[in-house]
């Protein structure tokens, strides 16, 4: 009952001008409202927050005159501790954020995997190249490696649709390769990005 | 020896505000002012 006069004593001298009243309103309930605001929000950054401006709402409202709750100062104050409490979820329900800790960032999951421009432009260097190092092969070399690389055909389907022995398939093949190779020295071209 | 395994609880020392937070609101108090003229109503912030 003393602590409530004493409240009211307080407001009623702070709303006079004494700054110190409200130092001591402060410190007298601060631990009480911190720890509500903490049971619900979990989160002592936020709690932070809501904590200051329920104290901004409590400094303007007495400034201003407009309290009348005398002998109740802190269920007024954990009042409206709650509706900022009740505030902050709503704001986050609206708008939903995952913040990642110290321990486990989103980002580094969730990553941007288009290309920046720089590699992308190697990248079609790159591709730009090697289709015209395969336009220099023989035509029979050619085939059997568009049909293996990019029609993903086995050499038994490329020997039967080009009608020659898995061999001579597997052996246009490498010398495909040998040939593209000897081209890439000659030219000193560059495939990597 | 006995082990604990219980989670630290946060402190009831830990749960309270920062200094800097309480420096705030008194200096925001103290900045604040606000004045009534007739129906009209003012407030001035002074840092």
């Known amino acids: 009952m003393e602590q409530t006069l ?48 329920t104290f901004i709402k409590v400094i303007n409202t007495l400034k201003r005159g407009n309290y009348n709750e005398e002998g109740k100062f802190l269920p007024w104050v954990m009042r409206i501790a709650h509706n900022l409490v009740i505030d902050h979820f709503r704001k986050n329900a609206r708008m939903p954020k995952f913040e990642g800790s110290d321990d486990f960032n989103i980002f ?86 | 020896m006995e082990q604990i395994y219980t989670n630290e609880k946060l402190s009831a020392e830990s749960l309270k505000p920062k200094k800097s937070t309480i420096e705030f609101l008194l200096s925001y108090s103290k900045a604040l002012s606000v004045i009534k003229y007739k129906k009209l109503e003012f407030e001035t912030l002074l840092n």
């Open chain 1, 6 to 53: 004493q409240d009211s004593v307080l407001v009623a001298d702070y709303i006079k001008g004494d700054e110190k009243a409200l130092e001591l309103l402060i410190n007298r309930h601060s631990h009480r409202i911190y720890s509500f605001i903490f049971s619900k929000v979990y989160d002592k950054d936020i709690t932070e927050d809501i904590f200051q401006d």
């Open chain 1, 108 to 193: 580094s999951i969730l990553g941007d995997q288009a290309l920046n421009i720089e590699k992308q432009i190697i990248k079609d260097q790159v591709e730009t190249d090697v289709k015209n190092l395969i336009d220099g092969l023989p035509d029979d070399q050619r085939e059997v490696l568009i049909m293996r690389m990019y029609k993903d055909m086995s050499f038994k389907e490329i020997a039967k649709h080009t009608d020659v022995s898995i061999n001579t398939a597997l052996g246009r093949m490498r010398y495909a390769i040998i040939n593209l190779r000897k081209m890439v020295e000659k030219n000193q071209i560059v495939l990597t990005n």
